[in-house]
């Protein structure tokens, strides 16, 4: 399947013009009534996908305001069901649910009864262990079909999922789990990674150990002999019954908890963020539909449609990838090192997915692309991409240049493989967050395109680039804000009594009557922002001290935590430079006890402290001694100020020295700020 097809987000306009009488001039026009109308707006969306409910909803939302929204009362949904609701249509057409694919090469279909009977297997299995509605299911699992039939599971009996990836280190995935006290562990005994496998056996020991409130571990095992589980995955899955045949998933209230996810801040332990089972459903059904242009894969407009969006299921993009299902779109997923290993590179191994799998829309982080540029790959190796018709691109901002070697070799491949999507090749930029496991800002396939930009605000997304005096500005970069509710928004952090957490992490910044209109509080989301006068868009980076390395954030407290336990350590500071498009640049600075040496061996011994307690994917690019950090009269370091002098900042517009507590050591920064834009620079 290629485009020209009629696009997603025609077909429902054209809806609203036939069930509604609405018609709008522009896109523009069309978003502004999605936020001005919020109620009409997304009732349109739930009638538009065909959303059911065995007892009607009394209101669409009850209360516009932020936090604390309720929307679809009385509506009863399962993320599940709606998944499950195309298997029979879409196996009559002869169509997958899940293509998957490693560094082996070597393709695996689930089809759509087979992910049914299996996630119902696994559901019966978990009811029988006492498994409830409310209870946590924790996972640490890879990409693979299993994680997905084990998500379905968890959510069928309104039980609350939540993953970490395997290459992370125990302590990153203790102080996660931890928080949220599951009562089953799903755990794999290795994983492979740039062709090696990597033991994990002693990891889920451990997980066992420092998770007392787990009563039941399920291992899927790649080894003959395994640890000592509970059960084993593949055995579970592997059961028929009339009882499995017959298993539904429960109808669960609209904001029913789904999953927890992982947002991490400058203090404290990472976020546990719980979102609700219709939200979820609601918001990713518009945003891969009308922005994504990814259609049901068995509906004639779009026949064959498949979704690839590499990821780790660390990832927010991860559960937009399980998201295709919803749609009854056959998802494509790969597991495993996008790049190769690191003694061979090879950045054309995800292309040969694509070309294997027959993806029709393909998605990654912004560095990956920048990495196959700056390799200079051979698209053409890669196999037959003839029917590839869309890139998408998150994580952090993609670069002009990035965009436009793409464009130029499609366009090349375009003249040979007759693509005529290709010659002029769609891209569905988008920008959102773990926060709200969704996208602010995106794609529309009708809207022009800039490389380097982002086409245009989503529907139903408020958003704002706001001014320091917190007003709404065009062509400034400001702070990204979004000014009214969305459905897939926090319900709650977990454990975060009165939200306290919650308020803090978002409302801070705007809170209620902040500006003297009478206004209530205003969404901050941690991004700058520029909103050209055409309605598109550009990110340049994290206005917080969030490390953002390759769409994966991470608190900076997580990091100090593992560097600061070393005894040669007595403290330190990071930053990420991650910047419109440029390489993520982490300079890392530590002050070391009197008597030892910055050399090699204290270097690898600080990676190995990052490696072990949290990932290498948070190793920095380079690590520096310092006299001192930075630090206010009240003892807090300064991530944000030296952020911005590396950005440029003039150090008197970003830095109070009558509010340090140790304002001399700041010579030493700003002789390293001056020196690092002088090489950047050049």
């Given at each position: 399947?290629?485009?020209?097809?009629?696009?997603?987000?025609?077909?429902?306009?054209?809806?609203?013009?036939?069930?509604?009488?609405?018609?709008?001039?522009?896109?523009?026009?069309?978003?502004?009534?999605?936020?001005?109308?919020?109620?009409?707006?997304?009732?349109?969306?739930?009638?538009?996908?065909?959303?059911?409910?065995?007892?009607?909803?009394?209101?669409?939302?009850?209360?516009?305001?932020?936090?604390?929204?309720?929307?679809?009362?009385?509506?009863?949904?399962?993320?599940?069901?709606?998944?499950?609701?195309?298997?029979?249509?879409?196996?009559?057409?002869?169509?997958?649910?899940?293509?998957?694919?490693?560094?082996?090469?070597?393709?695996?279909?689930?089809?759509?009864?087979?992910?049914?009977?299996?996630?119902?297997?696994?559901?019966?299995?978990?009811?029988?262990?006492?498994?409830?509605?409310?209870?946590?299911?924790?996972?640490?699992?890879?990409?693979?079909?299993?994680?997905?039939?084990?998500?379905?599971?968890?959510?069928?009996?309104?039980?609350?999922?939540?993953?970490?990836?395997?290459?992370?280190?125990?302590?990153?995935?203790?102080?996660?789990?931890?928080?949220?006290?599951?009562?089953?562990?799903?755990?794999?005994?290795?994983?492979?990674?740039?062709?090696?496998?990597?033991?994990?056996?002693?990891?889920?020991?451990?997980?066992?150990?420092?998770?007392?409130?787990?009563?039941?571990?399920?291992?899927?095992?790649?080894?003959?002999?395994?640890?000592?589980?509970?059960?084993?995955?593949?055995?579970?899955?592997?059961?028929?019954?009339?009882?499995?045949?017959?298993?539904?998933?429960?109808?669960?209230?609209?904001?029913?908890?789904?999953?927890?996810?992982?947002?991490?801040?400058?203090?404290?332990?990472?976020?546990?963020?719980?979102?609700?089972?219709?939200?979820?459903?609601?918001?990713?059904?518009?945003?891969?539909?009308?922005?994504?242009?990814?259609?049901?894969?068995?509906?004639?407009?779009?026949?064959?449609?498949?979704?690839?969006?590499?990821?780790?299921?660390?990832?927010?993009?991860?559960?937009?990838?399980?998201?295709?299902?919803?749609?009854?779109?056959?998802?494509?997923?790969?597991?495993?090192?996008?790049?190769?290993?690191?003694?061979?590179?090879?950045?054309?191994?995800?292309?040969?997915?694509?070309?294997?799998?027959?993806?029709?829309?393909?998605?990654?982080?912004?560095?990956?692309?920048?990495?196959?540029?700056?390799?200079?790959?051979?698209?053409?190796?890669?196999?037959?991409?003839?029917?590839?018709?869309?890139?998408?691109?998150?994580?952090?901002?993609?670069?002009?240049?990035?965009?436009?070697?793409?464009?130029?070799?499609?366009?090349?491949?375009?003249?040979?493989?007759?693509?005529?999507?290709?010659?002029?090749?769609?891209?569905?930029?988008?920008?959102?967050?773990?926060?709200?496991?969704?996208?602010?800002?995106?794609?529309?396939?009708?809207?022009?395109?800039?490389?380097?930009?982002?086409?245009?605000?989503?529907?139903?997304?408020?958003?704002?680039?706001?001014?320091?005096?917190?007003?709404?500005?065009?062509?400034?970069?400001?702070?990204?804000?979004?000014?009214?509710?969305?459905?897939?928004m926090p319900l709650y952090f977990w454990n975060d009594e009165n939200d306290v957490r919650y308020r803090s992490s978002y409302f801070e910044t705007y809170p209620d009557n902040f500006d003297g209109s009478g206004r209530g509080p205003?969404?901050?989301?941690?991004?700058?922002?520029?909103?050209?006068?055409?309605?598109?868009?550009?990110?340049?980076?994290?206005?917080?001290?969030?490390?953002?390395?390759?769409?994966?954030?991470?608190?900076?407290?997580?990091?100090?935590?593992?560097?600061?336990?070393l005894p040669e350590v007595l403290d330190s500071l990071v930053v990420d430079l991650e910047y419109l498009g440029r390489d993520s640049y982490m300079p890392l600075?530590?002050?070391?006890?009197?008597?030892?040496?910055?050399?090699?061996?204290?270097?690898?011994?600080?990676?190995?402290?990052?490696?072990?307690?949290?990932?290498?994917?948070?190793?920095?690019?380079?690590?520096?001694?310092?006299?001192?950090?930075?630090?206010?009269?009240?003892?807090?370091?300064?991530?944000?100020?030296?952020?911005?002098?590396?950005?440029?900042?003039?150090?008197?517009?970003?830095?109070?020295?009558?509010?340090?507590?140790?304002?001399?050591?700041?010579?030493?920064?700003?002789?390293?700020?001056?020196?690092?834009?002088?090489?950047?620079?050049?």
């Amino acid at each position: 399947m290629t485009a020209p097809f009629v696009p997603q987000i025609a077909l429902y306009r054209n809806w609203l013009a036939a069930q509604r009488g609405l018609s709008f001039g522009s896109y523009e026009e069309m978003r502004q009534w999605s936020v001005r109308d919020l109620d009409g707006f997304w009732r349109s969306i739930w009638d538009y996908y065909d959303l059911r409910s065995p007892t009607p909803f009394a209101a669409v939302i009850t209360e516009r305001k932020m936090p604390g929204a309720v929307w679809f009362p009385g509506a009863q949904v399962n993320y599940a069901r709606q998944v499950f609701r195309h298997v029979e249509a879409a196996d009559a057409a002869g169509l997958p649910a899940i293509v998957s694919g490693g560094e082996d090469g070597r393709l695996r279909e689930t089809s759509w009864p087979e992910l049914r009977r299996k996630a119902a297997a696994l559901a019966l299995h978990l009811k029988d262990n006492g498994i409830r509605p409310g209870d946590r299911v924790a996972a640490y699992l890879p990409n693979i079909p299993e994680t997905i039939i084990a998500f379905l599971a968890t959510a069928s009996i309104g039980a609350v999922w939540s993953v970490c990836a395997p290459d992370m280190a125990a302590p990153a995935v203790i102080d996660r789990f931890k928080q949220i006290e599951p009562k089953v562990l799903i755990a794999c005994d290795a994983v492979t990674y740039a062709g090696r496998q990597h033991d994990r056996r002693d990891i889920v020991a451990e997980l066992r150990r420092s998770l007392p409130t787990v009563e039941h571990v399920i291992l899927h095992s790649e080894a003959d002999a395994a640890a000592a589980p509970d059960a084993l995955l593949s055995e579970i899955v592997a059961r028929t019954s009339a009882a499995i045949d017959a298993f539904e998933p429960a109808w669960l209230p609209f904001d029913h908890p789904l999953w927890i996810v992982y947002s991490s801040g400058t203090t404290g332990l990472p976020k546990p963020i719980v979102h609700g089972h219709g939200g979820i459903v609601i918001v990713v059904l518009a945003l891969l539909g009308l922005h994504n242009d990814i259609g049901c894969s068995y509906q004639q407009n779009s026949f064959g449609e498949r979704y690839h969006w590499y990821s780790s299921t660390g990832w927010i993009m991860w559960n937009s990838q399980v998201g295709g299902l919803l749609s009854g779109t056959t998802c494509c997923i790969f597991d495993g090192s996008p790049g190769g290993t690191k003694d061979k590179p090879d950045w054309t191994t995800l292309w040969r997915f694509v070309a294997q799998s027959k993806a029709t829309f393909f998605g990654a982080g912004a560095a990956f692309f920048a990495n196959c540029a700056k390799a200079e790959i051979d698209l053409a190796a890669a196999g037959d991409l003839s029917r590839l018709r869309c890139l998408g691109s998150t994580g952090s901002p993609l670069s002009a240049d990035t965009q436009a070697w793409f464009n130029d070799r499609f366009a090349a491949l375009s003249k040979t493989n007759g693509s005529k999507a290709q010659a002029d090749l769609w891209w569905a930029n988008i920008s959102g967050g773990t926060d709200f496991a969704g996208a602010f800002i995106g794609g529309n396939r009708e809207l022009p395109q800039t490389p380097g930009a982002m086409q245009c605000r989503l529907l139903g997304a408020a958003v704002e680039a706001f001014s320091e005096q917190g007003r709404a500005v065009t062509g400034e970069v400001g702070e990204l804000v979004c000014t009214e509710p969305m459905p897939s928004m926090p319900l709650y952090f977990w454990n975060d009594e009165n939200d306290v957490r919650y308020r803090s992490s978002y409302f801070e910044t705007y809170p209620d009557n902040f500006d003297g209109s009478g206004r209530g509080p205003v969404w901050r989301h941690g991004d700058w922002l520029k909103v050209d006068p055409d309605g598109s868009c550009i990110i340049y980076g994290r206005s917080d001290a969030t490390i953002n390395r390759h769409g994966l954030r991470m608190g900076t407290s997580e990091l100090y935590s593992a560097i600061e336990a070393l005894p040669e350590v007595l403290d330190s500071l990071v930053v990420d430079l991650e910047y419109l498009g440029r390489d993520s640049y982490m300079p890392l600075f530590v002050v070391l006890r009197d008597g030892v040496a910055f050399d090699d061996a204290i270097r690898a011994k600080i990676n190995k402290a990052i490696e072990a307690g949290l990932s290498r994917r948070f190793l920095p690019n380079e690590i520096f001694a310092v006299a001192e950090i930075p630090r206010t009269l009240s003892g807090k370091k300064q991530e944000l100020p030296i952020k911005k002098l590396l950005l440029g900042h003039p150090v008197e517009k970003v830095i109070n020295k009558e509010a340090m507590a140790n304002p001399a050591c700041l010579d030493w920064y700003l002789a390293f700020a001056r020196d690092y834009l002088a090489r950047n620079a050049a």
